[in-house]
């Protein structure tokens, strides 16, 4: 089978190159020259070669240049490295005392605004099942304070070698703990301010969306590694925490007046005063003339005055259609447009307007509708704990 292939080729090339023969005439002569096909294939074969190694030398140089420039630009990368270590390194030694100082203050700061506005975090804040897994780095106990007093133990090296770059990953590892920790008590109470909204039948969504809209200020940027993901997370833990916060805060779920009993319910009822059938759109509590009538929540007063069947009367603007009302009042205790905080005194009871006696006639409207004040008032775990003491 090889010998009839080799047959075939030399075949073809006798095809390709056959034996060729010229003629020429010159002073008068003829004269033949044959090339024979073995010279053509000699001479095709020297071309072939002399071109494969000029493509072959053309190629190397190439490749010889790319890695040329390829070693250049690593050697060049390898010299910046160094010059920016050598630079980071004489910064540190100029004024490594200055910047451990200056990281010890921002953490002493922080600890304290934590403080002044959440007091001691309770440790369950941070074990509450609604804040997820604890994330890395956190504190071993999550309930734990973390304070510069008890160094976070951990390898030092991400600032260099030495006591000094141990100082700075010590004092970097304990941030990053309690900013772990605070991302979790933040996560968890704003998990229990929403569980409270949602009680209530309000959308803790809308309330958020609420709250953005009344926003303003200079820009200020925040200097505390804003691209670092723990502290990303820190910040909008937080950013979500205030504005549950501040929609729990505009939710009546403050008793209204000291809870002796509820004389009467919301819902219908027998009228009393002519026993007739009628719906009663709040709830009434029973007091001595002259006991304090408080805010039910965090609003502005925007109505002080008479109202029909109401008597003395106080309405309080909650925001998001939310409003309260405090009739039969004896003495009307706030002005309209004052800002008042939940369980700030309005007024006092009495029995003025369509009233059997002194009390108080609480209402909780939303969007000018009427709706059961129980559920907003028991959003707050300790009201109603009188009354069901005394019932028991």
């Known amino acids: 089978m090889s010998s009839i292939a080799t047959q075939k080729v030399l075949v ?20 033949f020259v044959r090339i024979s096909g073995k010279l053509q294939m000699t001479a095709a074969a020297a071309v072939c070669a002399v071109l494969l190694l000029w493509i072959g030398a053309l190629g190397w140089a190439l490749a010889a240049q790319i890695l040329a420039g390829s070693e250049r630009s690593s ?19 100029n004024g490594i005392g200055g910047v451990a100082q200056e990281l010890e203050r921002r953490q002493d700061y922080l600890e ?36 510069l007093a008890d160094p976070v133990s951990g390898p030092a090296g991400g600032l260099g070698a030495g006591p000094d770059a141990g100082r700075f990953d010590r004092i970097a590892a304990r941030q990053l703990a309690l900013v772990d920790h605070l991302t979790r008590y933040a996560e968890a109470r704003t998990a229990r301010a929403e569980t409270a909204i949602r009680r209530v039948g309000l959308n803790p969504a809308m309330i958020a969306a609420a709250d ?13 590694m804003p691209g670092d993901p723990r502290f990303l997370a820190f910040g909008r833990a937080f950013e979500r925490m205030g504005a549950m916060q501040a929609g729990l805060a505009r939710i009546p779920n403050t008793l209204p007046a000291r809870l002796e009993y509820i004389s009467s319910g919301f819902g219908y009822r027998a009228d009393p005063f002519d026993g007739e059938a009628a ?43 939310l409003m309260t009302r405090y009739a ?12 008042v905080a939940p369980g700030a005194v309005i007024g006092q009871i009495g029995s003025t307007g369509r009233s059997t006696g002194p009390h108080l006639h609480f209402e909780v409207r939303i969007n000018d509708r009427p709706v059961n004040p129980r559920p907003f008032l028991e959003a707050n775990r300790d009201v109603f704990q009188q009354d069901r003491a005394k019932r028991g």
């Open 279 to 321: 719906f009663h759109a709040g709830l009434d509590f029973r007091g001595p003339l002259g006991a304090p009538i408080y805010a039910a929540a965090a609003g502005t007063i925007s109505f002080t005055g008479v109202r029909q069947g109401y008597g003395n009367c106080v309405e309080i603007s909650h925001g998001n259609g």
């Open 328 to 339: 039969h009042m004896s003495r009307i205790g706030a002005h309209l447009g004052d800002k």
């Open 212 to 224: 953005r809209k009344a926003m303003g200020g200079p820009l200020i940027r925040a200097g505390a």
């Open 75 to 93: 050697l060049q990368s390898r010299e910046a490295a160094v010059a920016r270590a050598e630079e980071q390194v004489a910064r540190y030694r």
């Open 112 to 147: 304290r605004m934590v403080e002044s506005h959440t007091g001691d975090l309770p440790a369950a804040a941070a074990d509450a099942p609604t804040a997820g897994a604890p994330a890395a780095g956190a504190p071993a106990a999550a309930g734990a304070k973390v304070s």
């Open 12 to 31: 073809r090339l006798r095809r390709w190159f056959p034996d060729r023969e010229f003629f020429m005439r010159a002073d008068g002569e003829v004269k």
